[in-house]
């Protein structure tokens, strides 16, 4: 079996762009599934395309819809060139994201497949930053499973034949993204200069959430945060009590009072916090004992003991805090930070660590949360806490 193997790389001579026209140049037949298509691609594909279409090739083009990143344009193209030659035009018809990026063409002594990270975008094809790998040959055994999956995803009804009729109904629910997108571009870069707060965003997932019948929903949030932060409050007292057995079954009670919290990551690094038991121990002990501390006092008195325990971040910290007092310590993590920012407070790091957060920076964060949580209607900063996850958690577009 004669079989050639190797990256393609764009930015290299033979960038993907290359690549895919080198396979038209010869392919009788080409398959091609991208998860979106870009106008700027017809740049590059166009002429080589339709050259190969001419002279007798056949094609199989799907493209997918998801998220609304397929230019109509370019598939108003597509679908022209497919009622001229022996092109078929298929779009994704599924609630499944479609993300494949192949591109196989066949001769018959040849046959080629390019699969990896490129759309079919100016982008994909020669700008960006993609890799995949291309594998030349006379055994077409890779090409015929490209077309079994094809024929697959068509019998599965994954894929659905283009018409112009849903290429028009797709460019209606295009053009509505796109000018929801242009306007979040707009009102993203204002938040970032600080000089935008609107609380508009957040009410419509308030809204949202507070439909959402589900375990997300707000009504079983409700039930499940106040339940957790007594149960959670309670742990952290216990915590503080010295017990002669305390370090040794230290990692049990640690896991108990952390599957209360609602910030991830505080599993991965369980094993780290219980290598210094005394000292977590000790910080318990210190911040329960002064129940009264402002913001950015406390703050300090967990992030003094803290210091010395790796894994013991700034979401474990604000936790703790906020167990101990729901209504004056709002919970800071890449969550809640990205919450607030939506509100149009800015100026935190997306990532909050030990060192690049103070007392000072969380005492501000803090005002500012209230300030949403009581513009909001909420009852508390529990409550903030479980609307900046949900608004977190929307599923985000892939690209």
Known sequence: MDERVQLVVNGEQHAHGDAVVELLGYAHH?????????????ATLLKPLEQALARGMTARVAVGLSFHLTEPALLRKLLYLSTQHAMQLYLSDTNTT????????????????????ANMTAGGLGDNHEASVMINGSDNALF????????????????????????????????????????????????????LQDLTVLVDHLNEMKRDD????????????????????????????????GTRSFLTQYETLINL?????????????????AR??????????????????????????????????????TEILHALNHKRYAVMNQNAVTGLAVAGFGGYPVHPTKTNVDGELYARYCQQ?????????LSSLTELDALFNYVYWQEEPET
């Open 30 to 42: 080409f398959e091609c599934m991208v998860a979106f298509a870009k106008g700027s691609a017809l």
């Open 98 to 117: 479609f993300h494949p990026k192949i591109y196989a063409g066949q001769a018959p002594q040849q046959s080629t497949v390019i699969v990896g990270s």
């Open 144 to 195: 015929l499973s490209v077309q079994a999956q094809f024929n697959q995803l068509i019998a599965d009804g994954a894929l659905v034949h283009a018409t112009k009729k849903r290429v028009d109904a797709y460019a209606v629910e295009f053009s509505i993204q796109d000018a929801w997108r242009k306007m979040a571009k707009k009102r993203a870069d204002r938040v970032s200069r600080n000089d």
């Open 214 to 245: 589900s375990s997300h929903g707000f009504a079983a949030q409700q039930v499940l945060r106040q339940g957790n932060l007594r149960l959670a409050r309670h742990q952290i007292r216990a915590l503080a009590v010295p017990d002669r057995d």
């Open 261 to 277: 919290f609602h910030s991830g990551g505080l599993h991965r690094a369980k094993t780290r916090v219980a290598s210094e038991p």
């Open 280 to 317: 977590f121990l000790a910080a318990i002990a210190d911040i329960t004992s002064q129940s009264h501390l402002g913001q950015a006092e406390a703050f300090n008195v967990l992030h003094t003991h803290f210091q010395h325990i790796k894994g013991a971040g700034i979401n474990l910290l």
């Open 369 to 377: 949360a209230r300030s949403v949580q009581k513009d909001l209607g």
